[in-house]
């Protein structure tokens, strides 16, 4: 994944910017950047690694040896970025987020066209920043190269430009998968994946990008050069899982639609007779899990419990290792039990979603030794039946890397994948098949999932405007 923060200034903003991209440091766990324009030192650069130390130590002190009235900045979970780049448009700082599917059909363009080479990593591959650029070279002008670079992008590709006069350039992606948002401060104007950073850097909140819309800032104003698209399809995966509970996309806050999103899930089960009288505590599996939990306790009634805490100062993601060997060992090191919520207790606990189900197989484990007589789960999402193609948000290579699709086949082999939507209905006898195979296989004394109705319902946004192809499959 990742996320960017951006300002162009009247006076030196790179303090601000520091601490607005280390507000987007949830996102991404790689890399972190910064770009600066400065009158007398021109475009300035500075990249770190951040797998095993946090954004914000990286950068500190950076404001004694880079300055500038306009900067832009990244997290971000795939390549070293911002990049610098001299072309015929001029010099540019670019950082974008998103997924380039189709890379071997735009090396071979790019090279076709006489493009003389391009920095290979290991096993050829191309940072994708840099694809992004060169597909802008086709183009004499800068928003006109990055308009034909999404065009000729398989995934998805949101893009901001620091032009080396302080003007910045944020185009959001064609049909708005990703969010940008714009601020205004007095004499600055500001630009961010995560809402709350901009209020929180002093700025107004003025409007979300539209699909596909691209502005050019300076601290004068922001001027629309490209207008927004009819077609959106926001992630709505954003909402359950990736996003910072105090942002809005869309006009939709996180923590209030993940408090709605659980009190549906608990009203599902209601109606569909689930006995509750048995249930000691209700609780999240932390952190993202823990406000679904809440709104399924106050729906219910049933006392809400933090019957372990994970202890987060030096790992604030458990996936931020490169093998799943290590993401396990960090996910089982950072679970601290509260003995006395657990032992002997009926617990129901709602998680964000349900994926691989590695690290969710420990946390049950961890609890039935620590004394739980029962552990019934709930996901906040969909059963996961496709891996997403259009964001980097997880390091999912297949399909069948997923665990509904690998009891899919386990059930039913290859004749099951012609049935995943049933499979994933909760009603229906394949549905319920799948429910009770994985309760077994994990050790739960019940499992539902969240229904795309319920999910779609709590982030209150038109059907048509989500995208839920992780879900669904369907575009």
């Known amino acids: 994944m990742g996320g960017f923060f951006g300002i162009t200034s009247r006076e030196d903003c790179i303090l601000d910017v520091y601490f607005g991209v280390d507000y987007h440091s949830h996102l991404g766990t790689r890399r972190g950047g910064i770009a600066a324009y400065d009158r007398e030192l021109g475009l300035q650069r500075e ?36 990049l610098l780049f001299r072309s015929a448009s001029g010099t540019y700082a670019i950082s974008t987020i998103g997924i380039i599917n189709n890379q071997d059909e735009i090396v071979d363009l790019i090279l076709h066209r006489g493009h003389g080479h391009l920095e290979a990593k290991t096993g050829g591959r191309i940072n994708q920043t840099e694809l992004v650029a060169a597909l802008m070279s086709e183009k004499d002008d800068l928003v006109e190269g990055i308009r034909f670079a999404q065009e000729k992008i398989n995934g998805t590709a949101s893009i901001l430009v620091l032009k080396e006069d302080g003007t910045i350039i944020a185009a959001r992606d064609l049909v708005g998968r990703l969010p940008i948002r714009i601020g205004m401060g007095r004499d600055s104007n500001a630009v961010a994946f995560e809402s709350f950073t901009l209020s929180k850097m002093g700025y107004e909140d003025q409007r979300d990008l539209g699909p596909g819309e691209i502005v050019e800032m300076t601290p004068d104003g922001v001027r629309t050069v490209v207008e927004p698209g009819d077609k959106m399809r926001i992630c709505a995966f954003l909402w359950s899982y990736y996003g910072y509970p105090t942002t809005t996309y869309e006009g939709i806050n996180v923590e209030m639609m993940r408090y709605k999103n659980g009190h549906i899930l608990a009203r599902n089960d209601i109606e569909n007779g689930f006995d509750m009288s048995g249930i000691d505590y209700v609780g999240g599996v932390p952190d993202s899990g823990t406000p679904h939990a809440i709104g399924y306790s106050n729906e219910t009634h049933l006392p809400f419990a933090r019957a372990f805490i994970k202890y987060t100062p030096t790992w604030a993601r458990s996936f931020m290792p490169t093998t799943q060997e290590e993401r396990n060992k960090v996910a089982k090191m950072k679970q601290i039990p509260v003995i006395e919520l657990i032992k002997d207790n009926n617990l129901l606990f709602v ?55 690998r009891v899919v086949m386990q059930l039913e082999g290859e004749t099951g994948m012609e049935h995943l939507d049933e499979y994933a209905d909760g009603s229906t006898e394949r549905g319920r098949r799948l429910r009770a195979a994985i309760a077994r296989k994990m050790g739960f004394e019940t499992l539902e999932f969240q229904t795309l109705e319920g999910v779609t319902e709590a982030i209150g946004i038109d059907r048509c405007k989500l995208c839920t192809y992780c879900w669904n499959g369907r575009e």
Do not use: W
Request: overall charge negative; hydrophobic content about 35%; aromatic content about 8%.
């Open 47 to 82: 990249i770190h690694n951040i797998e095993n130390a946090p954004f914000r130590t990286k950068f500190e002190g950076i404001t004694n040896h880079m300055k500038g009235t306009a900067a832009i900045g990244c997290i971000s979970d795939m390549d070293p970025q911002p």
């Open 351 to 405: 998680d964000d979603s349900i994926v691989r189900g590695t690290q969710l197989k420990e946390t049950v484990d961890f609890l039935y030794d620590n004394g739980a007589r029962s552990v019934h789960m709930r996901s906040a999402c969909p059963p996961i039946m496709y891996a997403c193609k259009y964001l980097n948000f997880s390091r999912n290579n297949s399909d069948m890397d997923l665990l509904c699709r």
